[in-house]
C-alpha cells in the first residue's frame, strides 16, 4: 500500500528566470524522498510533494543551495514554522492531508548557502556573422563570475547567466570591448514605453544604415559615370583629372563606408583574430591601394578599378541596409506583444472615484475598473461586474470568455460589453504579459542543434578564406606572372566569402518562428524544441485533462441489494469531499453536508475515510481487493460500464461491498479530429493514461486508435519509463508528449517535446518545451506545423549560405569572374544575407491552421 504523502512550501530565493525555474526543479526532484516539485518564479517558492518518511526539509534545501540559490526555510523542521494545512497526492494529484501529518525529525547537519545566480541581458554592437558570435560568447564566458553565455546574431542580444556577487556589468562591457564588441545591460522594461524603445532602437539603427547608403549612392554614381567614361571615352582613359577625381571618390567611400571595416579589422589583427570585418577592409582596400599604385605609376588607364572598390563598398552597405530592415519582422513581434498593455489604468479610490493613474503606479491590492471596450490593464480577480473578455492575444482562440466575479483576467486582454472591477494581483514581471514576452526572447536567443554546424564552420572559415585568398594571389601571380589579375582575382575571394549569410541563418529563422508562435498562443522554450519536431516518430497523449474535459460527471450509481442508492451516493461523496483528486469533484454537493473523518488518500487508487462512524472505502477494484472486500457482486457492473468508456468507481463499507459509481469525462471539441489528422499525415499516436485498461481501451476507439496504441494502468513514476521504452523503438526518431497534469510532468520532461496545455499544472507547463496558452488541442499541429516549417527554412538558409561560398569562391579563386570580379563578388555576398533574411520572414505569415489542413 502506498504511503501518505505531503507538500512542503519552501522558499527560494535567488531566482530570476525560466532557466532558474527548470535548474530548481530538477535540483528538487532527484531528492531523495520528493515525489514531484512545482517551482513559482513569481512567488519566489516551491510547493514540493514528498513522502515523509524518507525525505527531510534539509535535504531539501541542501538540494536547492546546491542548485545555486538559496532558501530560509530551516533545517530543523521543529525550529522551522510548520507548513500549513496543505495537498497529498492520490496518482500525482491533490488531496488535503490528515491531520497528523506532520515532517520526521532529522538531525542532518545545515548546509551553507550556495551562490544564487542571474540572467542577465545584454546589448551587443558591432557584429556582423557567426565568427562575431562565437568571439563574444567566448570573452563572456572568461569572465570569473560567468556561468553560461548565449549570444544571438539576429536580435543583437545576449543571455548571460552570472553569479552577481561575483561579476560587475562593467566585467562583462570591458570583455566584449577587448573583444572588439560593445555590452551593455538591457533589462525589458514593461508595456507600451518598452516597446516604444525597442521601436525607436530598430528605427535607428535602419536610419542609419539607410543614411550611409544614401552617401554611397551619391558618391558612387559619379564614381561610376567616371570608371564607365574611362573604358568608352579615348580621351579619358588617359587623362589624370579623371583618375584623381575618381581616386577622391573612391577615398571618400573608404572612408565613411569601408572605415568601420577597417577599424574592425585592425582591432582583429591586434588581438590576433579575423572576421568579416577582415575579409571586406582586405578585399576594398585591395581593390583601391591596387588602382592607386597605377594612379602614381603613371598606368591612367587602370585607374576604373577604383570604380569597383568604391561600388563594393556602396552595394555591401545596400546587403546591410536590407538586411536591418528585414530583421525588424523578429523584434516586431516583441513590440507587438508588449503594445497590447495599456499605458494607464482607471484606479478606484476609497471613496469610489476614479483616477486614471500610469500602469507604474499600481501596486498589489488596487483595484481598477475597466470600462466596455477597453484593454485589462493588469493581472487580476473580478470582484464586480460581468463581461465576456477577448483573449486572443493570449490563447490564439477568437471565442470571448464570460468573467464573473471570483474569476481571473489577464492584463492586455480585450474587455466586451460589461464594466468589470479587478483587483490587481500580478503586476510587471509577475504578469502573464511579460513573462510570455521573456519566453519568447528567451526562445529568440536559444540555439538550435543545427547551427552547431555554422558554429564549427565559423570558428574555421575566415583562416581558411585568408589562406585561400592567399593561395590564389601566389598562384596567380607565379603562374602567369599577371600580378594584376591576381590582385583582382583574390580580393574577390575575399569579398564573396563574407559569412554574414552563414551567421543569419539558423537565429534569424528562430526569432521569427517564435514570434509567429506567440502570436498562435504556441510559446516556444527552446529553439530545439522547433528542430525535434521535425523528426517526431510518434506522438503521447494524456488522457484526463488533455484529450477529455478533466470534468468527470457522476452518470449513473448502482447500489447492491440492502443499500439505497441515494444513501450509497451520499457516503461516497462524503468520504471524497476532503479529495482534490479530479474524479472527487464529480460527487459535489451531494454528500448531505455529512461531516468525513481519518480521511486518508491512497495514491493512485482511491480514498478511505469514517463517514457517520462507518469505515467507507472508495476506489479501484484493485483497492477493495487489497482490503478483503468480496468483489463477486461488483465485477458485473463494473465489466459493463468500463466498457462504455466510464470511469467505475467501486464503495465498500465496513469491508463489505456496497455498490459502484459511472463517472463520464467526455472528449474535448475537436480530440478525435486531431488524432485522425495526425495519423492520416502518417504520424503514430499513442494513448498513455493511470486509467483501467477498459476504460481506456474505449475512450482509445472513440479516437480511431487500435488497442495496441493505448498503454493504460500507468502510474505517474511510470509514464517517464514510457516515454523511454517508445523512443528506444524508433530507431533515433523522437517522441513528443502532450500533457496537462502534475503527474505529466516527468513524461513531458522525458519526451524529445515536451507539450504542455496552458490550462493544466504549474509544473506539468515548467517541465514542457512548448506551452499552449488555452487548452485547444488544435494547437498541437499547429505546433508541429511551425516547428517543420521553421527547420525547413533553416536548412534553405544554411544551404543557400553554404552554396554562395562553395560555389563563389572557386569561381573567384579561378578567374572566372574576369576584371570586375571584386565588385561582382560584393553583389553576390550581398544577396546572399538578403535571401536568407528574405526565406526567414515568410514564417512571420505562414498560416498554421491552412498548413495543418494540408
Same mark, same amino acid.
Given at each position: 500500500?502506498?504511503?501518505?504523502?505531503?507538500?512542503?512550501?519552501?522558499?527560494?530565493?535567488?531566482?530570476?528566470?525560466?532557466?532558474?525555474? &527548470?535548474?530548481?526543479?530538477?535540483?528538487?526532484e532527484?531528492?531523495?524522498?520528493?515525489?514531484s516539485?512545482?517551482?513559482?518564479?513569481?512567488?519566489?517558492?516551491?510547493?514540493?510533494?514528498?513522502?515523509?518518511?524518507? $525525505?527531510?526539509?534539509?535535504?531539501?534545501?541542501? $538540494?536547492?543551495?546546491?542548485?545555486g540559490?538559496t532558501?530560509?526555510?530551516?533545517?530543523?523542521?521543529?525550529?522551522a514554522?510548520?507548513p500549513?494545512?496543505?495537498?497529498?497526492?492520490?496518482?500525482?494529484?491533490?488531496?488535503?492531508?490528515?491531520?497528523?501529518?506532520?515532517?520526521?525529525?532529522?538531525?542532518?547537519?545545515a548546509?551553507?548557502?550556495?551562490?544564487?545566480?542571474?540572467?542577465?541581458?545584454l546589448?551587443?554592437?558591432?557584429m556582423?556573422?557567426?565568427?562575431?558570435?562565437?568571439?563574444?560568447? *567566448?570573452?563572456?564566458?572568461?569572465?570569473?563570475?560567468?556561468?553560461?553565455?548565449r @549570444?544571438?546574431?539576429?536580435?543583437? &542580444?545576449? =543571455?548571460? @547567466?552570472?553569479?552577481?556577487?561575483? @561579476?560587475?556589468?562593467?566585467?562583462l562591457?570591458?570583455?566584449?570591448?577587448?573583444?572588439?564588441?560593445?555590452?551593455r545591460? #538591457?533589462?525589458l522594461?514593461?508595456?507600451?514605453?518598452?516597446?516604444?524603445?525597442?521601436?525607436?532602437?530598430r528605427?535607428?539603427?535602419?536610419?542609419?544604415?539607410?543614411?550611409?547608403?544614401?552617401?554611397?549612392?551619391?558618391?558612387?554614381?559619379?564614381l561610376?559615370?567616371?570608371?564607365?567614361?574611362?573604358?568608352?571615352?579615348?580621351?579619358?582613359?588617359?587623362?589624370?583629372?579623371?583618375?584623381?577625381?575618381?581616386?577622391?571618390l573612391?577615398?571618400?567611400? !573608404?572612408?565613411?563606408?569601408?572605415?568601420p571595416?577597417?577599424?574592425?579589422?585592425?582591432?582583429?589583427?591586434?588581438?590576433?583574430?579575423?572576421?568579416? #570585418?577582415?575579409?571586406?577592409?582586405?578585399?576594398?582596400?585591395?581593390?583601391?591601394?591596387?588602382?592607386?599604385?597605377?594612379?602614381?605609376?603613371?598606368?591612367?588607364? !587602370?585607374a576604373?578599378?577604383?570604380?569597383?572598390?568604391?561600388?563594393?563598398?556602396?552595394?555591401?552597405?545596400?546587403?546591410k541596409?536590407?538586411?536591418?530592415?528585414?530583421?525588424?519582422?523578429?523584434?516586431?513581434?516583441?513590440? +507587438?506583444l508588449?503594445?497590447?498593455?495599456?499605458?494607464?489604468?482607471?484606479?478606484?479610490?476609497?471613496?469610489?472615484?476614479?483616477?486614471?493613474?500610469?500602469?507604474?503606479?499600481?501596486?498589489?491590492?488596487?483595484?481598477?475598473?475597466?470600462?466596455?471596450?477597453?484593454?485589462?490593464?493588469?493581472?487580476?480577480?473580478?470582484?464586480?461586474?460581468?463581461?465576456?473578455?477577448?483573449?486572443?492575444?493570449?490563447?490564439?482562440?477568437?471565442?470571448? @470568455?464570460?468573467?464573473?466575479?471570483?474569476?481571473?483576467?489577464?492584463?492586455?486582454?480585450?474587455?466586451?460589453?460589461?464594466?468589470l472591477?479587478?483587483?490587481?494581483?500580478?503586476l510587471?514581471?509577475?504578469?502573464?504579459?511579460?513573462?510570455?514576452?521573456?519566453?519568447?526572447?528567451?526562445?529568440?536567443?536559444?540555439?538550435?542543434?543545427? !547551427? +552547431?554546424?555554422?558554429?564549427?564552420?565559423s570558428?574555421?572559415?575566415?583562416?581558411?578564406?585568408?589562406?585561400?585568398?592567399? $593561395?590564389?594571389?601566389?598562384g596567380?601571380?607565379?603562374?602567369?606572372?599577371?600580378?594584376?589579375?591576381?590582385?583582382?582575382?583574390?580580393?574577390?575571394v575575399?569579398?564573396?566569402?563574407?559569412?554574414?549569410?552563414?551567421?543569419?541563418?539558423?537565429?534569424?529563422?528562430?526569432?521569427?518562428a517564435?514570434?509567429r508562435?506567440?502570436?498562435a498562443?504556441?510559446f516556444?522554450?527552446?529553439?530545439?524544441?522547433?528542430?525535434?519536431?521535425? +523528426?517526431?516518430?510518434?506522438?503521447?497523449?494524456?488522457?484526463?485533462?488533455?484529450?477529455?474535459?478533466?470534468?468527470?460527471?457522476?452518470?449513473?450509481?448502482?447500489?447492491?441489494?440492502?443499500?439505497?442508492?441515494?444513501?450509497?451516493v451520499?457516503?461516497?461523496?462524503?468520504?471524497e469531499?476532503?479529495?482534490?483528486h479530479?474524479?472527487?469533484?464529480?460527487?459535489?454537493g451531494?454528500?448531505?453536508?455529512?461531516?468525513?473523518?481519518?480521511?486518508?488518500?491512497?495514491?493512485? &487508487?482511491?480514498?478511505?475515510?469514517?463517514?457517520?462512524?462507518? *469505515?467507507?472505502?472508495?476506489?479501484?477494484?484493485?483497492? /477493495?481487493?487489497?482490503q478483503?472486500?468480496?468483489?463477486?457482486?461488483?465485477?458485473?457492473?463494473?465489466?459493463?460500464?468500463?466498457?462504455?468508456?466510464?470511469?467505475?468507481?467501486?464503495?465498500?463499507?465496513?469491508? &463489505?461491498?456496497?455498490? =459502484?459509481?459511472?463517472?463520464?469525462?467526455?472528449?474535448?471539441?475537436?480530440?478525435?479530429?486531431?488524432?485522425s489528422?495526425?495519423?492520416?499525415?502518417?504520424?503514430?499516436?499513442?494513448?498513455?493514461?493511470?486509467?483501467?485498461?477498459?476504460?481506456? +481501451?474505449?475512450?482509445?476507439?472513440?479516437?480511431? /486508435?487500435?488497442?495496441?496504441?493505448?498503454?493504460?494502468?500507468?502510474?505517474?513514476?511510470?509514464?517517464?519509463? *514510457?516515454?523511454?521504452?517508445?523512443?528506444?523503438?524508433?530507431?533515433?526518431?523522437?517522441?513528443?508528449?502532450?500533457?496537462?497534469?502534475?503527474?505529466?510532468?516527468?513524461? /513531458?520532461?522525458? $519526451?524529445?517535446?515536451?507539450?504542455?496545455?496552458?490550462t493544466?499544472?504549474?509544473?506539468?507547463?515548467?517541465?514542457?518545451?512548448?506551452?499552449?496558452?488555452?487548452?485547444?488541442?488544435?494547437?498541437?499541429?499547429?505546433?508541429?506545423?511551425?516547428?517543420?516549417?521553421?527547420?525547413?527554412a533553416?536548412?534553405?538558409n544554411?544551404?543557400?549560405?553554404?552554396?554562395?561560398?562553395?560555389?563563389?569562391?572557386?569561381?573567384?579563386?579561378?578567374?572566372?569572374?574576369?576584371?570586375?570580379g571584386?565588385?561582382?563578388?560584393?553583389?553576390?555576398?550581398?544577396?546572399?544575407?538578403?535571401?536568407?533574411v528574405?526565406?526567414?520572414?515568410?514564417?512571420?505569415?505562414l498560416?498554421? #491552421?491552412e498548413s495543418?489542413?494540408?
Amino acid at each position: 500500500m502506498a504511503v501518505a504523502t505531503e507538500v512542503w512550501d519552501v522558499p527560494v530565493r535567488g531566482m530570476t528566470c525560466g532557466h532558474c525555474v &527548470r535548474s530548481v526543479t530538477k535540483a528538487l526532484e532527484s531528492t531523495p524522498g520528493v515525489v514531484s516539485a512545482v517551482v513559482d518564479l513569481a512567488g519566489a517558492n516551491a510547493e514540493v510533494v514528498v513522502d515523509p518518511v524518507v $525525505a527531510s526539509r534539509s535535504a531539501v534545501a541542501r $538540494a536547492i543551495r546546491d542548485a545555486g540559490y538559496t532558501t530560509d526555510d530551516g533545517d530543523d523542521p521543529g525550529e522551522a514554522v510548520p507548513p500549513p494545512p496543505v495537498l497529498l497526492t492520490i496518482g500525482g494529484l491533490a488531496a488535503k492531508p490528515a491531520e497528523d501529518s506532520t515532517p520526521p525529525p532529522t538531525t542532518e547537519p545545515a548546509v551553507s548557502p550556495g551562490p544564487a545566480q542571474e540572467e542577465w541581458d545584454l546589448a551587443i554592437g558591432g557584429m556582423h556573422c557567426a565568427s562575431c558570435v562565437a568571439r563574444v560568447e *567566448k570573452a563572456l564566458k572568461e569572465v570569473p563570475g560567468v556561468e553560461d553565455a548565449r @549570444v544571438n546574431l539576429a536580435t543583437e &542580444r545576449a =543571455a548571460v @547567466v552570472v553569479v552577481p556577487d561575483r @561579476v560587475a556589468i562593467e566585467d562583462l562591457a570591458r570583455a566584449a570591448a577587448d573583444a572588439g564588441y560593445s555590452a551593455r545591460r #538591457d533589462d525589458l522594461m514593461f508595456g507600451a514605453r518598452a516597446a516604444a524603445q525597442l521601436r525607436e532602437e530598430r528605427a535607428a539603427s535602419v536610419a542609419m544604415w539607410r543614411n550611409r547608403l544614401v552617401v554611397g549612392v551619391v558618391a558612387t554614381v559619379p564614381l561610376v559615370a567616371l570608371g564607365i567614361g574611362s573604358m568608352v571615352v579615348p580621351s579619358w582613359s588617359h587623362a589624370a583629372w579623371v583618375g584623381w577625381s575618381m581616386c577622391g571618390l573612391a577615398a571618400f567611400l !573608404q572612408v565613411a563606408l569601408g572605415g568601420p571595416y577597417i577599424r574592425g579589422a585592425w582591432r582583429r589583427l591586434l588581438q590576433g583574430s579575423a572576421n568579416m #570585418d577582415t575579409l571586406i577592409a582586405l578585399g576594398t582596400s585591395t581593390a583601391f591601394l591596387y588602382s592607386l599604385y597605377h594612379l602614381l605609376v603613371g598606368h591612367l588607364h !587602370q585607374a576604373h578599378f577604383f570604380m569597383d572598390a568604391g561600388l563594393i563598398l556602396t552595394l555591401i552597405t545596400l546587403g546591410k541596409f536590407l538586411e536591418v530592415r528585414a530583421k525588424g519582422n523578429a523584434g516586431a513581434a516583441v513590440e +507587438r506583444l508588449l503594445d497590447l498593455s495599456p499605458r494607464t489604468a482607471n484606479r478606484l479610490d476609497e471613496a469610489g472615484g476614479v483616477v486614471e493613474v500610469p500602469l507604474a503606479d499600481l501596486v498589489r491590492g488596487d483595484r481598477v475598473r475597466v470600462q466596455p471596450g477597453e484593454t485589462v490593464p493588469v493581472d487580476g480577480d473580478v470582484l464586480e461586474g460581468e463581461s465576456e473578455i477577448d483573449e486572443s492575444m493570449l490563447t490564439g482562440e477568437s471565442v470571448p @470568455v464570460a468573467k464573473k466575479p471570483g474569476d481571473r483576467v489577464t492584463g492586455a486582454t480585450m474587455n466586451g460589453d460589461g464594466s468589470l472591477v479587478i483587483e490587481v494581483k500580478r503586476l510587471g514581471k509577475e504578469s502573464a504579459l511579460e513573462q510570455i514576452v521573456r519566453l519568447v526572447l528567451a526562445a529568440q536567443g536559444s540555439k538550435a542543434g543545427v !547551427q +552547431r554546424l555554422a558554429d564549427r564552420v565559423s570558428s574555421i572559415f575566415v583562416p581558411a578564406v585568408l589562406v585561400v585568398a592567399l $593561395a590564389t594571389f601566389l598562384g596567380w601571380g607565379l603562374a602567369t606572372a599577371d600580378w594584376s589579375r591576381a590582385v583582382l582575382n583574390a580580393a574577390a575571394v575575399l569579398i564573396i566569402a563574407c559569412p554574414c549569410a552563414l551567421g543569419l541563418a539558423t537565429p534569424m529563422a528562430v526569432a521569427v518562428a517564435t514570434g509567429r508562435g506567440a502570436r498562435a498562443g504556441l510559446f516556444i522554450r527552446e529553439a530545439s524544441a522547433l528542430e525535434n519536431m521535425d +523528426r517526431i516518430g510518434v506522438i503521447v497523449f494524456d488522457k484526463t485533462g488533455t484529450l477529455t474535459e478533466g470534468r468527470p460527471s457522476l452518470v449513473q450509481a448502482r447500489a447492491l441489494p440492502g443499500w439505497d442508492e441515494p444513501e450509497l451516493v451520499a457516503l461516497i461523496a462524503a468520504a471524497e469531499s476532503s479529495s482534490e483528486h479530479p474524479l472527487a469533484r464529480a460527487f459535489a454537493g451531494k454528500g448531505d453536508d455529512r461531516a468525513a473523518t481519518e480521511f486518508r488518500a491512497i495514491r493512485g &487508487r482511491g480514498v478511505s475515510a469514517t463517514v457517520d462512524g462507518r *469505515k467507507v472505502l472508495v476506489g479501484s477494484r484493485a483497492l /477493495l481487493a487489497d482490503q478483503g472486500v468480496e468483489l463477486g457482486p461488483l465485477d458485473p457492473i463494473a465489466d459493463a460500464w468500463e466498457g462504455e468508456a466510464l470511469t467505475v468507481l467501486c464503495a465498500a463499507v465496513d469491508g &463489505r461491498p456496497a455498490g =459502484a459509481a459511472a463517472l463520464a469525462d467526455r472528449l474535448k471539441p475537436h480530440a478525435r479530429e486531431v488524432v485522425s489528422g495526425i495519423r492520416e499525415r502518417g504520424g503514430d499516436v499513442v494513448l498513455l493514461t493511470g486509467d483501467n485498461p477498459a476504460t481506456a +481501451r474505449a475512450v482509445g476507439a472513440e479516437l480511431g /486508435l487500435p488497442p495496441d496504441r493505448v498503454i493504460a494502468g500507468v502510474l505517474p513514476d511510470a509514464k517517464a519509463a *514510457k516515454i523511454e521504452a517508445l523512443r528506444s523503438e524508433l530507431n533515433g526518431k523522437k517522441v513528443a508528449m502532450v500533457g496537462d497534469g502534475l503527474n505529466d510532468a516527468p513524461a /513531458l520532461a522525458a $519526451a524529445d517535446v515536451g507539450i504542455a496545455l496552458g490550462t493544466g499544472a504549474d509544473l506539468a507547463k515548467a517541465a514542457a518545451d512548448v506551452v499552449i496558452a488555452s487548452g485547444d488541442l488544435q494547437a498541437v499541429p499547429r505546433a508541429l506545423v511551425l516547428g517543420r516549417e521553421t527547420l525547413r527554412a533553416i536548412r534553405q538558409n544554411l544551404f543557400w549560405a553554404f552554396a554562395y561560398n562553395t560555389l563563389g569562391i572557386p569561381l573567384a579563386a579561378l578567374g572566372l569572374f574576369g576584371r570586375h570580379g571584386p565588385m561582382i563578388a560584393a553583389l553576390a555576398m550581398s544577396l546572399s544575407s538578403v535571401t536568407v533574411v528574405a526565406r526567414s520572414g515568410w514564417l512571420a505569415r505562414l498560416d498554421l #491552421d491552412e498548413s495543418t489542413a494540408t
